[in-house]
């Protein structure tokens, strides 16, 4: 069938759909249960009808996107956008449809399960015009986010009291995020410049759609009530089926916070070193702006001011002695998968796929993987550098292509992972098995003489911490940016900013480097926050990673610390992976895992990272002996650094005439930070 005729098609459903809707009023209250339908034959046809038209209409978006991403003109953006407005469309007419059956009288679990995955996502329940402002004010924060631009610096900005920056004009204003401002953040050691460049950025990015994020609260509320839930947050947190999922990361973080509170002081100490009592304490949290990433989620880039002298070999060297090429890291790459004993790539993939940079076009060059809905077409498209970052991404993001070319035999509604977190999840998983020195010996990488089994030696302590570096604060930022978000949805907006920096103290140890105020938007800083993208399965993914890695360990019979452990040529893992993958989402979270596992538990779980990670654990424990705080300590001008309460209310109140509630306002605030000075020393001095 031709392109033409399958567009024409869709929207011809699409069309007669919209037109039968139209006779009858869309009561979004009642979400068409007064005429709820529990025929079976019905159920079947209407998910024989979504399975194939969602895979043409899933087919149709990839294409578009792939044309963008690869050749990033105008049109090509009009036209995804075309096709993603197109796709919108069909979802919000599918969960209309889907709403008229009434799932609990459908006693088949697999039809019941399929159904109550088309009903519990989205935002359809808000009806055509809400949700076309949602779209439109997302898009908004989008735009705003992809357009920022800022100066370069030379070394003539100051400071207000109140965290704004005057600079002096530039002629080429024309930073972007990627490459230009990712690159100072990770590689300068400048503070100033960092300073600078960090300032920049979060002020033109927050405060310009703060006000729209408000709206975008409001309307997110809207639609996750009208699909049943109390707010958006419970909404997100619905997918990973765990009615205690809130308590459940707060849980696994309880029991990683003592590892994390040890690298975060090894850390600390090498930054003092080299910024000293100017930038920050001793004892005291960590500036966000000199931790090498602009979110301080990932602490690798600043590894040679916390370990100078290092014992690591230069792999990304021994490649190009070798004559690796781009095309080579990818044979290698399906190598690996095939000793397990899974398939090779298909031609399709190997004539599709982008693995350099084109000449020609603008393409963007974020690493990804691609799945086309037709069975048939799966692309990576990756800028691929001879080095061994992306020696490690091309194995992660093949492990993505066999993931979908895994579950393809599943109903279009379950060609996916049971929550996102588990396609992550596998992806690192591999990532680890190949990153580490063991497998990188064996594929003749790192030399032999080196004995990278001895899982005590130094090389394979500096490797743990990479790793550690890697892992640990994104786990902190990911829990901090979604317990930030769920507290908006189910408090409001009011303090959003006092609050994001609260949690980055909590859980980080984080502090802004100036003054933070009521009208600036911090968390607007991260894409996921303004495009309504969920993040903690970041976390999730985190946790499963080293579950699914023990497991494929295991299946291995892998004797020795859990970090030395190889999988490659081992068919029984390949199995268990196979297995795991080909489930899709028709098996729940729980069921999954307990898959995963062999029956061992059906939860998520801390040990296997706990038991990775314990070499370097007690080699950071002797690290951090004479330090006084492990961990950190607030005091009062940290928690100044952002608690504005009595400043952002007479902000937010400045129209009123009276000046007894401002002072009422003033006197809570100095009680209030009285108390939370307390509840900070009482937390984080853990000397």
Not at 108 to 126: D, S, T, Y
Not at 244 to 264: E, H
């Amino acid at each position: 069938m031709s392109v033409f005729v399958k567009v024409y098609s869709s929207l011809l459903f699409i069309t007669i759909i919209e037109s039968a809707l139209s006779t009858a009023q869309f009561s979004t209250d009642l979400l068409y249960k007064e005429s709820a339908n529990d025929n079976l034959g019905d159920v079947i046809q209407f998910l024989r009808e979504y399975d194939r038209e969602a895979a043409d209409t899933c087919n149709r978006v990839a294409l578009s996107e792939w044309k963008y991403a690869t050749n990033a003109t105008d049109f090509n953006r009009r036209r995804m956008k075309e096709q993603q407005n197109l796709a919108a469309k069909f979802e919000c007419i599918s969960w209309r449809r889907a709403t008229k059956f009434d799932t609990s009288r459908i006693l088949e679990a697999n039809l019941r399960r399929q159904l109550g995955k088309i009903l519990q996502q989205g935002k359809c329940g808000l009806g055509d015009e809400k949700h076309l402002e949602i779209t439109h004010v997302i898009n908004m924060m989008k735009d705003n986010y992809n357009q920022v631009r800022i100066c370069p610096f030379h070394g003539q900005t100051n400071l207000h009291s109140d965290g704004h920056n005057v600079t002096s004009f530039h002629a080429y204003c024309d930073l972007r995020l990627e490459p230009d401002i990712t690159s100072i953040i990770e590689q300068s050691r400048n503070e100033k410049e960092l300073l600078y460049v960090w300032n920049e950025f979060h002020e033109k990015i927050g405060p310009p759609v703060r006000n729209t994020f408000m709206r975008y609260v409001d309307l997110a509320n809207q639609a996750a009530i009208q699909h049943g839930f109390r707010d958006a947050g419970e909404q997100m947190r619905e997918q990973y089926e765990d009615p205690d999922f809130f308590f459940t990361v707060q849980d696994l973080w309880t029991q990683i916070q003592p590892l994390y509170k040890q690298l975060f002081t090894f850390v600390r100490r090498g930054l003092f070193m080299r910024y000293g009592e100017g930038v920050l304490r001793p004892d005291g949290p960590i500036p966000a702006h000199i931790l090498g990433n602009m979110w301080g989620q990932n602490w690798r880039n600043i590894i040679d001011l916390i370990m100078p002298h290092t014992e690591m070999p230069d792999i990304t060297g021994e490649m190009m002695k070798q004559g690796y090429t781009a095309t080579k890291i990818f044979q290698v790459a399906e190598e690996f998968f095939t000793s397990l004993g899974l398939p090779p790539m298909s031609p399709e993939f190997w004539r599709n796929s982008i693995i350099q940079k084109p000449n020609d076009v603008y393409t963007q060059c974020s690493a990804s993987a691609w799945d086309f809905c037709n069975l048939l077409d799966f692309r990576i498209k990756q800028c691929t550098q001879i080095s061994l970052e992306d020696f490690i991404n091309s194995h992660h993001e093949m492990t993505h292509i066999h993931y979908y070319m895994q579950y393809t035999t599943q109903p279009f509604i379950y060609r996916e992972s049971p929550n996102p977190a588990f396609h992550e999840a596998a992806a690192h998983a591999i990532a680890l098995n190949i990153g580490g020195p063991v497998h990188l010996q064996k594929v003749g990488l790192l030399s032999t003489h080196i004995t990278a089994s001895n899982g005590n030696s130094m090389i394979n302590i500096e490797y743990l911490l990479n790793v550690a570096l890697d892992k640990l604060p994104f786990m902190a930022f990911s829990l901090t940016v979604e317990k930030w978000r769920w507290y908006v949805f189910e408090k409001g907006p009011v303090g959003m900013n006092a609050r994001w920096w609260d949690l980055r103290l909590r859980f980080q140890g984080i502090i802004p480097p100036n003054k933070r105020m009521s009208q600036h938007f911090d968390a607007g800083a991260k894409y996921h926050v303004i495009s309504d993208q969920d993040y903690i399965k970041y976390f999730v993914a985190t946790i499963l990673q080293f579950q699914i890695y023990a497991e494929l360990c295991a299946a291995s019979n892998h004797v020795g610390p859990l970090h030395t452990c190889d999988f490659y040529r081992s068919r029984e893992a390949g199995r268990l992976l196979s297995d795991f993958m080909q489930r899709g989402a028709s098996l729940s979270s729980s069921q999954l895992i307990k898959l995963i596992t062999r029956g061992k538990t059906s939860r998520l779980s801390a040990e296997p990272l706990l038991d990775f990670f314990r070499p370097l654990e007690a080699w950071l424990e002797q690290q951090n002996r004479d330090e006084r705080v492990i961990g950190w300590s607030s005091n009062m001008d940290d928690i100044q650094l952002f608690q504005n309460l009595a400043m952002g209310y007479n902000t937010a109140y400045s129209s009123s005439s009276s000046s007894l509630f401002i002072s009422f306002l003033a006197c809570t605030t100095a009680i209030i930070k009285v108390l939370q000075l307390h509840i900070y020393t009482e937390n984080f001095n853990l000397s």
